[in-house]
């Protein structure tokens, strides 16, 4: 018999479903101009347009959890229970709904896939099927109204609001063809709600109960805590990892990078490289960076239970980091002050500098007049060494003729400059023209003749 996935994945992409007017205007801004959203929540209407279900797995449940823990002693067993039982279940979020069957960063023998999909379940997040589906989205659209989880509404939507509130539009259009298919994502949704309670409740409280005695204990602590824990680390991801820490390969949407999130998430706070390089099976991309779902995927490999582990090509990664790196550059480079182009100076003749040498300090090296009056006296060298360079040629003085100066000093001098010399440099070759700090300048595309690129 041939199985069919009766879950909600409609929506997904389909190009016949795109109306053709809306690609040259852009898909996202077209939807939300022709798609009806439902009313904005009021004091009038949110009672109507809560998940009262979700506002209670989510959030009442944690509060009855922690008042609850507040009379229930924590064993020693029961904690290092729940700690190893947590980080589990977060494998079959981080590992299974995330990596694998949303993103396909790797292939899993059926027996992992099953695995995942069981543990997966002990978080209660939904069947890999809607959690997948609005996961796409979240990527496809990013930052936008068609991202369920659109950051730009701030922090607590990110995190729990899109969860609470019936949302108002539906996730933009996403394909998930590959995973209608996928027996273990049917059965999975077909099982949920049993195995969610099995998963969620009666094992981590049965272990505890069987193994030491701690019922109560293992049904707060171990069940209760440690499912609102696992929920709001990875509702973390959508909240926290696009607004804490930075943006290493690419700032063009809100994802981040973060060490605090990564250890919050099971490896995932390394966002701004997920959403750059999302089939890659790592988030972490570097090999020190916290990411044990790295680590757990690389070790399945090695088993033999996963294969075609996913990387993306390190000569593009390292493309997006520099890319980064020259605008945090340029930034600097922008902040400073610079010495005044050859184009916005003066010419004098070699007459005119020297009359005008009589009255000001001045010297001309390279082809440049300068005047040093404000620096005479914090020379280095003395100021009788530029008395007598004043109203010269003090070019082969400078770089060696009497002392070869420091870049640091050539960089200075270049501020001094107030004229430039009519017929240029008799001595200056473009070395001594161009200050050090000036011999390697970020330019933007388009900055430089002939389209941006020295040829
Ligand atoms: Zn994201
Ligand atoms: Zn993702």
Not at 152 to 164: A, D, E
Not at 334 to 356: F, M, N
Request: overall charge neutral; proline content about 6%; some cysteine.
């Amino acid at each position: 018999m041939e199985l069919k996935l009766d879950v909600p994945l409609a929506n997904e992409l389909d190009p016949d479903r795109i109306p053709a007017e809306a690609v040259p205007e852009n898909f996202v801004s077209y939807t939300l101009k022709h798609q009806e959203a439902r009313p904005p929540v009021t004091w009038s209407n949110w009672y109507r347009e809560m998940h009262w279900l979700y506002l209670f797995i989510f959030c009442i449940l944690p509060t009855l959890a922690l008042i609850a823990a507040w009379s229930t002693p924590l064993r020693l067993g029961t904690f290092i229970w729940a700690v190893i039982y947590g980080y589990t279940t977060a494998l079959g979020i981080t590992a299974g709904y995330h990596r694998l069957w949303t993103h396909r960063a790797y292939k899993a023998t059926k027996g992992l896939e099953y695995t995942l999909a069981i543990l997966g379940a002990g978080v209660v997040e939904g069947s890999i099927a809607w959690w997948a589906r609005a996961h796409r989205a979240h990527h496809r659209y990013t930052d936008t109204d068609l991202d369920p989880y659109n950051a730009h509404k701030g922090l607590l939507y990110s995190h729990i609001g899109w969860l609470i509130f019936k949302p108002r539009r539906r996730p933009g259009p996403a394909d998930v063809s590959d995973l209608r298919p996928n027996p273990v994502v049917i059965w999975q949704h077909k099982y949920y709600l049993p195995l969610a309670f099995i998963m969620a409740i009666v094992i981590p409280t049965a272990v505890c109960g069987y193994g030491w005695g701690d019922w109560r204990g293992g049904f707060v602590w171990a069940s209760l805590i440690r499912l609102a824990v696992g929920q709001h680390s990875t509702f973390c991801i959508n909240s926290l990892c696009h607004w804490l820490g930075d943006k290493p390969y690419d700032d063009k949407l809100t994802p981040t990078d973060s060490l605090f999130s990564a250890l919050l998430t099971m490896g995932e706070g390394y966002h701004n490289y997920h959403h750059q390089f999302p089939m890659d099976y790592r988030n972490g991309y570097k090999w020190y960076q916290y990411d044990p779902t790295k680590w757990f995927l690389w070790t399945c490999e090695k088993l033999g239970f996963a294969t075609h582990l996913k990387t993306f090509s390190d000569n593009e990664v390292q493309k997006g980091e520099l890319t980064i790196q020259l605008k945090h550059l340029r930034h600097k480079q922008e902040a400073l002050s610079w010495p005044s182009e050859k184009s916005d100076l003066p010419v004098i003749t070699w007459e005119d500098y020297q009359r005008q040498a009589e009255s000001r300090t001045l010297i001309c090296i390279a082809g440049f007049v300068h005047d040093i009056s404000d620096f005479f006296d914090k020379h280095p060298g003395g100021s009788h060494l530029l008395e007598k360079n004043v109203g010269k040629d003090a070019t082969t003085a400078f770089f060696g003729g009497l002392y070869d100066h420091s870049h640091a000093a050539h960089n200075l001098l270049a501020m001094k400059r107030v004229g430039i010399l009519l017929g240029g440099a008799p001595h200056g070759s473009e070395e001594r023209v161009v200050p050090p700090s000036q011999h390697l300048r970020i330019t933007r595309y388009g900055e430089l003749a002939g389209g941006g690129y020295p040829q």
